[in-house]
């Protein structure tokens, strides 16, 4: 974020200037690719964080620029998907780690059908510590989440982004966790859809609540689905 305002003089809180505030100004890429460069003829490795760095889609870019330290940031450990029609059936996510987005699962304008898979033990710095989504339309049946974390944000098992349907049909969260909002999941999404889930011992430990499940945005519908057990450390339901 400074980089970005202090190279264009432009606040990005201040209304008068913030509109020439650019991430994507030629000013602020070659910048970014001057330091690449010269942090690996020195041997060196360089990590982006704040604003540019926390949305998935920037990764393809900044990887284009020469930042390949995911200590920062990264996405989907497990599998990224970007603009893809695709089925995973009977698969097993276990143990993927991720500094940002979607430690098992990263799915950006696409597709996905998930049938019959399992996440376990997987983590994510920021959001979506099993599946990250993004303007994607998922379904998923059958399903078991267990044990999956969002480290220091929202979304312990599934982060449905902006943009995001998920119609998710007898699937089960147990013992997720996230370090903001949603221990097993969170939506900020268009439309959450669920029949017979079951929600036990998830737990959320920020501010906002939500041990089960958070929605900050959209709709949601939720048929025959038990939640029990969970836990949220605010003062917001569990």
């Known amino acids: 974020n400074d980089l970005i305002q202090y190279t264009l003089a432009a606040d990005r809180n201040n209304a008068k ?4 505030y650019d991430p994507y100004h030629p000013a602020v890429l070659h910048s970014i690719k001057r330091v690449a460069d010269c942090a690996a003829r020195a041997g ?3 990590s982006v964080c704040g604003e540019m760095a926390s949305d998935p889609v920037n990764a393809a870019l900044l990887l284009g620029l020469g930042i390949t330290d995911d200590k920062g940031w990264g996405i989907g450990a497990g ?10 059936r009977n698969c097993l996510f276990q143990s993927n780690w991720v500094g940002g987005f979607g430690g098992g699962l990263c799915l950006i304008e ?6 019959g898979c399992a996440f376990r033990l997987n983590q994510a710095g920021l959001q979506g510590g099993a599946i990250y989504t993004e303007d994607c339309n998922a379904a998923f049946v059958k399903c078991v989440f267990q044990g999956n974390d969002a480290t220091s944000e929202d979304g312990g098992a599934i982060y449905a ?4 349907d998920a ?3 007898n699937c089960s969260f147990f013992g997720n966790g996230a ?3 949603g221990g097993a999941v969170f939506s900020v999404g268009r439309d959450l859809r669920f029949i017979n889930g079951v929600f036990s011992a998830n737990a959320a430990y920020g501010t906002a609540g939500g041990g089960g499940m958070a929605v900050a945005g959209g709709s949601a519908l939720l048929t025959n689905c038990t939640f029990s057990r969970n836990y949220a450390q605010s003062f917001k339901a569990g």
Do not use: I, M, N
């Open 79 to 88: 599998a990224y998907c970007y603009g893809s029609d695709v089925t995973f």
């Open 44 to 46: 060196k490795t360089v």
């Open 167 to 169: 119609r998710l049909t």
């Open 110 to 115: 696409s597709r996905p059908t998930l049938d």
């Open 161 to 164: 982004g902006e943009g995001s």
């Open 17 to 20: 200037v913030q509109q020439y």
């Open 179 to 181: 370090g903001g909002r």
